[in-house]
């Protein structure tokens, strides 16, 4: 891991980390080989979808539409977009193959081209984190939701993005309170290497609600999704791989 205080050439970073890993997390996912997304964030993710009305939802940073067809399929009206051409057109080859009446669109979720309170509720899975400038989607984000409309974002979570031992010559409480750059290894999952590395964002938690509210937000609710306490018990590969708390989901509401 490297902690890092420079953003230069983030954006042009992502795109190029995103474009070679793609078939590996098509892979990743229609395979089912993520615990993580299996067992913990995509019901943290399903169980903020309110029941029992048919809503019109953005998936932002809908990567190869996996949460949009698991919504699609609870009976709401769904949209994707992503920045990485070769997972929307895989979502969208799997749409024409297997319609659940999802539109994709290829496209930055900072600054995109729905009309103004157009949906009912955004969620951001893993993608909030994935850019350097989150306020910007945020500002987004408010602009093209309904009134009491809301949003739930699901990323790592920021109070264990590093430990003191991490560090070097920083003082850990300067570090942790600083926006950082988070480069890590491939990606490891399911007992496949990802052909390249990955990086993101790290802003302390108290940033991250106040993006939030200083954009017309009302944070309602904070979770912090995890295993059932019976895995963390008996099952050997969670206790080595969810040893700390690892996820966190803001739910915040336009007012």
């Not at 749409?95 to 009446?101: A, D, S, V």
Request: with cysteine; charged share 30%; aromatic share 14%.
């Amino acid at each position: 891991m490297k902690i890092r205080a420079s953003f230069k050439n983030w954006e042009k970073e992502k795109k190029k980390e995103w474009i070679k890993n793609a078939n590996f997390w098509i892979k990743i996912i229609r395979e089912n080989l993520d615990p993580f997304r299996l067992m913990v964030t995509n019901k943290a993710i399903l169980n903020s979808i309110p029941k029992g009305k048919k809503l019109k939802i953005l998936d932002a940073g809908c990567g190869e539409g996996y949460l949009c067809r698991l919504i699609a399929k609870r009976g709401h009206l769904v949209y994707g977009i992503d920045f990485c051409e070769e997972l929307i057109k895989a979502a969208q080859k799997l749409e024409k193959e297997e319609p659940l009446g999802i539109k994709y669109y290829l496209g930055d979720f900072r600054k995109t081209n729905f009309p103004s309170s157009f949906f009912d509720l955004i969620i951001s899975h893993h993608t909030l984190n994935e850019i350097p400038n989150p306020e910007k989607a945020i500002k987004e984000f408010w602009r093209i939701l309904k009134n009491k409309g809301k949003v739930v974002c699901l990323f790592l979570h920021p109070c264990f993005d590093f430990l003191p031992s991490d560090l070097k010559n920083e003082d850990f409480a300067f570090s942790y309170f600083q926006k950082r750059k988070i480069e890590k290894g491939p990606y490891f999952v399911g007992g496949i290497l990802s052909p390249v590395p990955y990086f993101y964002l790290h802003l302390p938690l108290s940033s991250w609600l106040k993006l939030f509210q200083k954009n017309g937000f009302l944070i309602a609710r904070i979770d912090e999704p995890r295993p059932s306490f019976k895995l963390l018990k008996k099952n050997k590969w969670w206790k080595e791989n969810f040893n700390k708390p690892r996820f966190i989901l803001i739910e915040a509401e336009k007012h």
